[in-house]
């Protein structure tokens, strides 16, 4: 089975990221045979900084090697690398429509927010499903945030198969069951993020303990004392239950039975150390990895090329189905 997903590569993985993404990877990579693809390319669809763009890149790198991906099983690399990418997004256009893109969700929110528009940002789907299909892919472990990308993904393989033959197979989303939405801790209503909310409500990865702690602490609970998972009435504190669920692997109902009557100050405490617990490892490994430039460069080197043979000949057979002639 093939499994395949893209992770930005912007800077400052939060906490968020590992419960939606880091986690989903390594968890998934068992299951069978794992593509996971550094989309720099997608990077550039707003306004960027090029020297960000290089650091993130390398800082995402070694953050998935640090969060579990093995090598040796997984195929992890940089979209860039691999320029079959940006050859099947040109292709895929001509078989996209434009009203369907214009109805994306994320793209008309992005239209409200950023300045210039892009022609990329709105073909930024395209690419996506050009990242999926050329490796035949099966499973997709993915954010709630990108089902509608992955549904038309499967409307855009499923038009290349009428018009042109069977040659992609219909990937199916992979979406968490619990965790996949962390909330910012000072605003529980905003989804964690980098950019966006406020930033002692976002826990990154690299905190320090103390950093963490203090975050825990301030975070906003709702009015009673309950530990009760109940995200329209208790938003903060079914935001903070989600999260124990992440790093303890915990139930919902266990997590409300073990704080049954203790409040709320002992509960945040416990998901602090938690989290520092969980990250310890993983920020060793990261710091270590991160340090070694030619060890990023060779594992990453490793993965392009076993990138480039696995999707080779997905390519070949779109150019040749669409009626191109070959070098
Ligand atoms: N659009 C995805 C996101 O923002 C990233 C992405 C790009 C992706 N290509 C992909 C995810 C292919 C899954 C599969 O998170």
Known sequence: MRIFSGIQPSGDPHIGNFSGGFRQYAQTQERG?????????????ITHDPAALRDGTLDIAAMLFATGLDPGRSTVFVQSHVTAHAEAAWLLSSVTGHGQLGRMTQFKERVAEEEFVSAALFTYPVLMAGDILLYRTDIVPIGEDQRQHLELTR??????????????????????????????????TLKM???????????????SPDTIRKKLKTAVTDSGSEVRYDPD?????????????????????????????TGYGRFKEDIAEGIIELLEPIKARYNELRADAAELD???????????????????RMYERMGFTRP
């Open 298 to 316: 060779r594992l990453l080197a490793l993965g392009a090329e076993k990138a480039r043979e696995a999707s080779a000949p997905t390519l070949a």
């Open 33 to 45: 045979e794992g593509f996971f693809c550094i989309v720099d390319l997608h990077a550039i669809t």
């Open 155 to 188: 409307d855009i393989a499923q038009r290349f198969n009428t018009r042109y033959g069977e040659t992609f197979v219909i990937p199916e989303g992979v979406f968490p069951e619990t965790g996949g939405r962390v909330m910012n801790l000072q605003e529980p």
């Open 233 to 261: 009435e208790k938003p903060g504190i079914s935001n903070l239950i989600e999260l124990m669920t992440v790093v303890t692997g915990k139930s919902i109902q266990e997590i409300e039975a073990t704080y049954e009557g």
């Open 193 to 207: 993020s980098k950019s966006r909310g406020a930033e002692s409500g976002t826990v990154l990865m690299l905190d």
